[in-house]
């Protein structure tokens, strides 16, 4: 991808060259959310650590790689955010920035629409138009995927309200609503030729190879655990170094 020539050219001669700025458009995951909680009010609070979260994580290897090229990473990540409203934010929080490239991962919260036909429909045609919008403004634009939701509700929730989410997070994850979400993803990507970091077939690989991918899971529900974050950064790369 192109954004590698400039962070090539960045690194090497950085007076000539403008810094490299690079968004991340997306949920909770984006955003950093890991551990949910109750917050005594009857809902549901979440810690929030994007310095732990893969936009962060690609800083860092990205600095690895090019330690002269600083660049810039835009954290547009939003907790509970759906691909609609990525669009509906998508100039102000991304392209005002006149990013080199944007990274769009959205889907979780799309999938656990219950009208899933119409939810499908919407998902498309918000990704596309984020794509579209994105490549317009003269930007790169790379799509990844999402991590896998939990398989089974875990022993370990006791609130009722997390148990559930989990109860109809499974059913998503277990009846392939989530992995049409992403083939739908995939698709328009394919038809737009815009590159896909392919995260979600990663955990469908450890699936096949008998991984308990709840584990993975920082509240057994959604939210992968920092350490599933690398997958994420180097599905990037592997992308980025085409």
């Not at 979260?53 to 860092?60: E, N, Q």
């Not at 991984?211 to 939210?223: A, C, F, G, R």
Request: net charge negative; charged share 25%; proline share 5%.
């Amino acid at each position: 991808m192109k954004i590698m020539e400039k962070l090539t050219a960045r690194n090497s001669d950085y007076f000539s060259n403008r810094p490299v700025t690079i968004a991340c458009l997306g949920d909770s995951v984006t955003h950093g959310c890991f551990e949910i909680y109750p917050d005594g009010k009857g809902g549901i609070g979440v810690a929030c650590r994007p310095d732990e979260a893969y936009p962060m994580m690609l800083y860092r290897a990205l600095a690895n790689h090019f330690p002269y090229a600083a660049p810039a990473i835009i954290n547009a990540g939003v907790s509970g955010d759906k691909s609609y409203g990525g669009l509906e934010r998508l100039e102000r929080d991304v392209l005002s920035y006149k990013p080199d490239l944007v990274i769009v991962d959205f889907g979780l919260n799309d999938s656990m629409n219950k009208d899933i036909e119409s939810g499908l429909e919407t998902y498309d045609k918000s990704m596309r138009a984020i794509f579209e919008k994105v490549l317009s403004s003269g930007a790169e634009c790379l799509l990844l995927t999402p991590n896998y939701m939990n398989r089974k509700v875990s022993p370990l929730l006791t609130e009722p309200l997390f148990i559930s989410i989990a109860e109809e997070a499974a059913v998503v994850q277990n009846t392939g609503i989530l992995t049409r979400y992403v083939e739908t993803a995939r698709k328009a990507a394919k038809d737009m030729n815009v590159p896909v970091a392919d995260a979600y077939a990663v955990w469908q690989k450890l699936e096949k190879n008998g991984v308990d991918t709840d584990i993975h899971l920082s509240n057994y529900i959604n939210h992968p655990t920092r350490e599933m974050h690398e997958v994420f950064v180097q599905e990037i790369m592997r992308a980025l170094l085409v």
